[in-house]
């Protein structure tokens, strides 16, 4: 059959000469490629001592935002729900009651909010779909676990901390303490 | 009487024939969804409405056959009537579409930007206008009016905010149910819907003033934030009523009636007005015969994950294994949304918090 390339190598099927018999050269030359990858530069990180810097758009757990005010942002208007291609998210809104202008930014919000992390497939369509800038995925990784039910995140799990309460959670769930441009990152690999 | 002649009227090059008398924006509709020009205010069902909103502007570019000379001025389609041979620009003419889009401007001047919030979001006939016809930012700088939300009755919100003033509303209370006791007081732009000394509309077919209303100001307060209308699946369903036809569409989720509203037609129309009794008091699909799931153009959010005659592939596994397969996570063990013991739906009016506390306190 004519071949369709040019780069076809017929396998060599003539005898061994005494010189590839004895194998030693072969092992040699083997060995040799395992030290020289000794004294090459890790590939890896060893986690959790040396953390890997995100990419500025990297997609991680969900965060429910407050405003500066730290109201809640979300108004169960249902856009994430619905921009949901694995269908993760779930909702149930309620009316915001006098008195309760401090915790809820408008006059309708998620009194249930859920994200089944086992559906979730972090694609950021949610944050993108939310006209309020309530829900963002953060520079987090979910956490591992080993029972299913855990990974049901409700409200308390998903919200930012208070910044006018809890000003230094805050700061910390912010994550600007953590660098993560290129220049960073080329840094830490050096 | 003699047979009424039909006149030939031509729409972007569709040609229908109409008796005498038809309006411009009825002879469209026939003609095809294509060419039918929206229509904010006039409601073929009640008479007199019409002519406020402008949205339906259309050209005419040949008056009628006998005086072919074009119209000089763009005219409301559902307050014209058609000629014999008139030829009529919609979609077609550039004066149109750049005039409804100033129109969808003067229309969203006063409107609240809060369909996050509006129950009316995803059936909202400003939401589409305005995605159809409306530019994509504004230029209003000034403040726009705002109003108090009240009640018109124990069942029907009002949102004056969101008003367009299309009279829509105070032709159903005048035509339906005989005796209206709102209108709109003031004029120009303080102009707005109120029902005179808070009095309260208790008559019998008051409820359709809810979907006649092509905006969100005057919204069921039984459904209020209840769920988004994409999220609920909408059933034909009847009763036997003594008072209307108890012809409705139930929004569903689950066996839970969220929503009972009377059933549209193409052009967001009332089929048939439904009384007070089953739009708010029948809230329990065992009050209904379900006829069947309800059509919803494919163009609409609500037609969102809902499939026309959907086949599901047999499940085999449990005949391969011989038994019904192990559930790793039942959802709602764990779900603490739409939980078995809280029923949203038969909470009277909005959920509060308090209906969501008593709930996390039992759990404690």
Redesign the interface.
């Known amino acids: 059959m004519q071949s369709l390339t040019n780069r076809k190598i017929d396998v060599n099927r003539s005898p061994m000469t005494f010189a590839e018999k004895i194998y030693i050269p072969e092992i040699a030359r083997g060995m040799a490629i395992t030290l020289k990858h000794f004294f090459k530069k890790k590939a890896t990180y060893s986690f959790p001592e040396q953390k890997r810097p995100f990419s500025s758009v990297f997609r991680g757990l969900h965060v429910l935002n407050r405003d500066e005010q730290g109201r809640e942002r979300c108004t169960a208007c249902g856009l994430c729900a619905v921009a949901c291609p694995a269908e993760a998210i779930t909702m149930e809104a309620a009316e915001r009651l006098p008195g309760e202008e401090n915790l809820y930014r408008e006059e309708k919000y998620a009194a249930r909010y859920e994200i089944n992390m086992l559906r979730c497939i972090f694609c950021g369509l949610c944050e993108e779909a939310c006209p309020k800038d309530a829900i963002y995925l953060s520079e987090t990784y979910t956490p591992a676990d080993f029972a299913r039910k855990k990974f049901v995140y409700g409200k308390p799990d998903l919200l930012i901390p208070n910044p006018v309460t809890e000003p230094e959670a805050y700061q910390k769930a912010l994550g600007r303490n953590v660098e993560t441009t290129a220049e960073a990152f080329e840094k830490l690999k050096k | 009487m003699a047979e009424q002649p039909l006149f030939k009227v031509t729409i972007d090059n569709v040609t229908v024939e109409v008796p005498a008398g038809t309006t411009i924006l009825q002879a469209a509709r026939k003609a095809g969804p294509e060419v039918a020009p929206p229509a904010m205010c006039y409601y073929s069902k009640l008479e007199g409405s019409g002519g406020k909103c402008r949205t339906c502007l259309v050209e005419v570019s040949k008056g009628s056959d006998r005086d072919p000379r074009p119209m000089p001025k763009l005219v409301a389609s559902c307050r014209t009537t058609v000629m014999d041979g008139m030829e009529v620009k919609n979609l077609t003419s550039e004066r149109v579409v750049d005039a409804r889009k100033g129109v969808v401007e003067f229309l969203l001047i006063n409107h609240p930007l ?4 509006c129950d009316q ?1 995803g059936e909202c006939h400003l939401q589409d206008l305005s995605y159809n016809h409306g530019a994509s930012g504004t230029r209003y700088e000034f403040q726009r009016r705002t109003f108090e939300k009240h009640s018109l009755g124990d069942k029907i919100q009002l949102h004056m905010t969101r008003c367009i003033l299309c009279y829509r509303c105070v032709m159903v209370a005048d035509q339906l149910t005989g005796q209206r006791e709102h209108g709109v007081l003031e004029r120009g732009e303080r102009a707005e819907i109120s029902d005179y000394l808070e009095k309260s509309l208790d008559k019998e077919f008051i409820g359709n003033v809810i979907d006649v209303c092509p905006v969100g100001a005057l919204t069921d307060k039984t459904f ?5 209308v ?2 609920l699946k909408p059933l034909n369903a009847h009763r036997d009523c003594p008072t209307c036809s108890g012809k409705v569409t139930l929004w569903n989720r689950g066996d839970e009636v969220f929503r009972v509203t009377a059933r549209k037609d193409q052009w967001g129309e009332v089929e048939d007005w439904i009384c007070n009794e089953c739009r708010f008091d029948k809230k329990k699909t065992s009050d209904w015969v379900i006829e069947g799931p309800r059509e919803i153009s494919r163009h609409s ?1 609500i037609s ?1 994950n809902k499939y026309i005659g959907m086949v599901k592939p047999k499940e085999t596994i449990d005949e391969v294994i011989g038994k019904e397969p192990r559930l ?2 039942d ?1 709602h ?6 939980e078995k013991d809280r029923d ?1 739906s038969l909470i009277e009016g ?7 506390k008593e709930k996390d306190e039992k759990k404690q």
């Open positions: 809060d369909c996050p919030i979001a209020r934030f209840k769920n988004r994409w999220f959010v969102q790793f996570l959802i063990d764990v779900s603490q949304v739409n949203l909005p959920a509060h918090s308090t209906d969501f």
